[in-house]
C-alpha cells in the first residue's frame, strides 16, 4: 500500500502566499516520514490553471490566459522549492494529460447516467468560481464569501452533475470510514452538508473558452471544480513516463486542505468518483487557517511575518519549525514576525542547536572526537522507549504538532541530562569510574542527538542533514536508541541556527 500525500492545486492568478506554503510544508512532512519509514511515498502539488477567475485576471493583465498561468506556474514551483517540498511531481491542469484523463473521466461519469442537460438561472460568484443558492446570497445580492461583490444573475443551459443521487451512498462511505476525512469535527461539518440535502450541480459553462472542452459538447467548457478535483487521481497517469503509477497510489491518497475547500473535497470529490466508478480517497485532513495580521489592521506593520523573507534570511527549516511548533494542526493560529524569533531564539538556537555543538564538541574534547563505545545509562535510555513508535502513531493520525511536541520533549530531557551528568565534572575526575561514566553520558548524548535528529528531519531537512553527515549517520530512516554503536568519529558542524544580527534582519 502505498502513501499518497497531496497539496490543493492553487490557482494560478495570484501570488503565493503563507497559506499555500503551509500546506505544503504540511504535505512535505507527511512525505519525508513516511519515506522514512521505508514506505511507497509520493507526493503531488501543482497549479488549478482553468477557470473564470483566470480568464478574467487575464484579461485584466492584457495577457492570454496561457500566457498568465505560464508565468504564474513558474512562481508556485519557486515556492514549492523554496520551502524545502520534497514533491515528486508538479500538476499543471493545463497539461494534455491531465486533459485528456478529465475527458475520458467526465465521459465515463456521463455513461454511468449521472450527467443530464438542463436550463439553470441563479446566481453566480466569479471571485468562488461558483453558484450561489437563492437563500445564500447575502443582503444586496452578494457574495457570502466575498461579501464586497456583486453576484452576477446567469440564465444558461449547461450540463448538470447528479450530486443529489449521492446522498446515502456518502453516508454510508462516512459510516464506513470513520476517518475518511480528519480532524473529527471537519467530519461533522461535511456529514452536516450531506445531511442537509445534496443539489445537483452545474458542471459546464457555455460562455468561458478558457477550460477543458466538454467531450460531447465542445462549445462548453468543464466547471474548473470537476476539471481540479481529478488532478489527484490524473497526475498518477501521466507523471512518470511510460509508467501508470495508478494501482500503487490510488486510492491511498492523503488529500491536505484548508476549511475553504472541505465541501468540494469532503462531499464532490468523494461523489465525482464513485459516479466514475472509481474508489473514494483515502484520507483528507483540513487544517485551519494561518491568521497573519492584515497590512491595513495590523497596528504594527512590523510585526507581520513574509515567509519569503523569513527563508532569505534563517532559511526555510526554521519557517517549517515555526508553523508547526506556533499552531496546533487542524485549528486556526496566528503567526508573527516576534514570535517567530522567539521560537528560533529559545528553540531551535537554544534548545536544538545548542545540544549538537555541545555534544559534538564535548566527544571532540573529551574523547579527541570518537563517539565511546559504551552502553548508554539505563534511565536515559528509558526515555527513548517507546519515542520512535509515539512519533509514528501521531504522524498516521497526521497530528504533525503533536509529533513535533514529543520530539521537542526529547531535545528538552538531553539538555537536562547535560545539566544533571555535567560531563565536564566527570572530564575533570581521575577515577576509573568517573571515565567509565562519562563514556557512558557522552555515548548516551550523541545516541539521543542521532535519534532525535532523524525525528526531526522531516521538519528540518536542511539542518538535520548537516548535523546527520557531521556524525557520519548516512541512513534516514528512523532508528531506535541504543543500535548504533559507539567507537565512531564526528565532526563539528557550523552553528546550525545562528544568530541573526539586526541588519540581516527579515
Ligand atoms: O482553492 N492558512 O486554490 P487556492 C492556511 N484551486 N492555508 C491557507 C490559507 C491560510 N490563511 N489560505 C490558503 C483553491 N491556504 C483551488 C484548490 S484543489 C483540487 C483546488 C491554502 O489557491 C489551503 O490549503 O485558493 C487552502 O485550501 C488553499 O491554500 C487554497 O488555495
Redesign the pocket.
Known sequence: MGFYVT?????AN?RP????A??TMAADVLARHMRQRGEDVFFLTGT?EHGEPIALAAEKAGITPQELVDRSAVEFRQMVADVGASNDFFIRTTDEGHRVRVQEFVTRVKENGFIYEDDWEGWYCDSCADYIGESDAGPGETCPIHVEEPLRRVAERNWFFRLSAFEDDLERLYAERPDMVLPEFRRNEALGLIRGGLRDISISRSKLTWGIPVPWDPDQVLYV?FD??F??YTALGYARDGEDLTERFWPFSCH???K??LK?HAVMWPAFLMAAGLEPPHRMFI??????GDEKMSKSRGNVLDPFEVIDTYGADALRFYCFREVSFGRDGNVDLEGFRVRYETELANDFGNLASRTLAMVERYRDGVVPDADPEPELAGDFEGAVSALEAFLDELEIGRGLETIWELVRRLNQYVEESKPWELARSETEEDGRRLDSVLYGLAEGLRVVTLMLHPYLPDSSEKLLAAIGQEELALSEFGSRPGGYRVEKTDPLFPKIEAGDRA
Open positions: 497539496t490543493p492545486i492553487f490557482y495570484g502566499h503563507f497559506g499555500h503551509y500546506s488549478d471544480w481540479a478535483l488532478n489527484y491536505i486542505l484548508a475553504d475547500i468540494f487544517h485551519g487557517y494561518l491568521l497573519m
